[in-house]
């Protein structure tokens, strides 16, 4: 089994700037896809970045390009999201996620999650 606990979360006022930590427990996530995710009240869970367990080839939701770095430090067992130019849109909560296959873009496609953190974008 592998848990995940998300952290770095928060209030931030638009064209900030976060930075989210995924500690893994339990297993070594070396070998495994890590992904983010977001939902925001009344919308299903979105995907928003992905990468392989080598750091190579890091993918991301078309909304967050340019703005959001996935990166990941397989000797700390954690994997990150730096989110620049912050927008009200991307308010959500931010789950990340573990599998042995991928990295998919889609919330089937993971079989451990985190609790979430929540991001608030506001003025």
């Known amino acids: 089994q592998v848990q995940l606990v998300e952290s770095g979360g928060g209030l931030v006022q638009p064209g900030g700037s976060l930075r989210l930590s995924c500690a893994a427990s339990?297993?070594?996530?070396?070998?495994?896809?890590m992904a983010w995710f977001r939902q925001a009240p009344g919308i299903e869970r979105e995907f928003v970045a992905a990468?392989?367990?080598?750091?190579?080839?890091?993918n991301y939701a078309d909304s967050v390009n340019g703005r959001f770095t996935i990166s990941r430090d397989n000797a700390k067992n954690t994997v990150y999201l730096q989110m620049n130019s912050l927008k009200p849109e991307d308010t959500a909560v931010y789950y990340c996620?573990?599998?042995?296959?991928?990295?998919?873009?889609?919330?089937?496609?993971?079989?451990?999650w985190g609790q979430g953190t929540q991001v608030t974008v506001s003025s």
């Open positions: 996620a573990a599998d042995e296959t991928g990295p998919g873009r889609y919330v089937g496609e993971y079989k451990y």
């Open positions: 990468i392989r367990w080598s750091g190579h080839w890091p």
């Open positions: 339990g297993r070594t996530i070396s070998t495994y896809a």
